[in-house]
């Protein structure tokens, strides 16, 4: 089976990347730069952003770098178009990602389906999909 | 928690066709149980005051929209978002228990397939355009973590899905009643890896209902009633902010609460039900219940104890990967049947008293109740 990292497939399902809760974090996505949504109060570190925090409820946030580096928890191959806009896009692989920063991302990997490992190490690598929409994904490094 | 053993019964269960329906709502089809229910139970609406409906996947089915087909107004109704006969059949318990309602019955009514609903449709999000769609992604996440963390093999899960098919093959009701062998299982190609097609459910129409009363009443009724022993739930409602999510550690903890409120061990148990949108809930709920030491769960159904014959006999119905999709609600009426001694007899095991059944709202919620034959 060949299978080329799709760094040039254009996902018809794009995040909103104008919404103001989450354009910090797009906007770093563009220039491949990883961020988290950090409380001010706590420091809990987290994504995907949330209102408040949900541990001491502040409303006080920031968007922080992030270790762009973290290992596969697991992943999984997708053989079948579940949904009919995916279907130029089979095989692709999608990993649970925990970075070092202890921030958990289901992203698409850049891995060959046999060459995956659980526990294996990754490195952020970015997919320019549109002018304005960078996909975040992970490689091995 | 207060004993509520042995104080409620099912006395009545029922459902309609299961397949697709074209044209039929998830209310009617809802109505179709509940008049079958009512003819098991050998009484008129007329004698229900509490409804509990169980919201289908589009949002239908809610009691005020049951209501008007149902033609009455009891003095109790309530609705719950995805009750898998669990979370349904316990607020039924609560609320006779404490005289809300005597005798309710709970339903539950979809429509999906014929609707045809698109269950992979992704979020406009990072995950949605990463395309990690459909329950068998994250199912997929545990399953693949669990075998690189315990060495599971293909051919060890594989066997919940064929054992669930021998059953299916005793059941008339079931819709996927084709021989499945191991190797049969094997070389079909996955569809999430590493998952395959037969270890997801496929959507059914239809609609189940069963009928809950006081203990004290149940006598009066026809049928054999099976009691209510145990019940236990529990949740994640906080979500998905850890690595381990996926393995769902919730249930464990309805797994504790089940044991220690009834105190009765898995060994005590007759007949095991797991709803289960894909097998990965099977190997998990095996596992978190004691069946299988944690690691051991795929190595445990190879041996056989859940197949038909087996001394752990698991959704004998050919649960929701082989007889149809109803959330697990089938499962209850399968355990109640089994309870009452009247399915098939190549499908009946002999004499069972103790059933549990085990259910989760995905990721978020688990669910237990042990029901027998006697309080
Ligand atoms: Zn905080």
New interface residues.
Partial sequence: MTYAPTSNAT?Q????VADPATAAFWEAAREHRLLAQRCDACGDL?Y?ATEIC?RCWSDSQSWVPIAPTGEL????????A??P??KD?IP?V?G?V?TDDGV?????LDVE?DEA???MRLVASWND?TDA?T???FAAP | MEDIRGKVAIVGVGHSDQGTFPGKSAERLSIEAITAALADAGITREQIDGLITCKSIQGGNADVSVGPLFGMSPKYAQTLDYGTCNFSLHLAVQAILTGLAETIVLVYGANARSSKVNFAAPTPSLEGASGFVHIAGQAGMALQRHKALYGTTDEEFGWFAVSEREWAQRNPLAIFRDPLTIEGYLAKPYLVEPLRREDVTMISDGGVALIVTSAERAKDYPNKPVYILGMAEGTEIIGDRFADFPSRPNIGGTAARIWQNTGFTPSDIDILYIQNPTAVWNLQMVEYYGFAPVGEGGRWVAEGHTRPGGDMPLNTNGGQLSESYMWGWLHMVEAVRQLRGTVEPDRQVPDPELALYCSTMAFFKSAASIIGTSQ
């Fill in positions: 996902p399902n794009l995040p909103d987290r995907p949900p928890y697991s992943y999984v191959v997708y053989h079948r579940l949904d806009s995916m896009e692709y999608v649970r925990l958990v991302f289901t992203v698409r389906p490992r659980v526990g999909v929409v996909l975040l994904r």
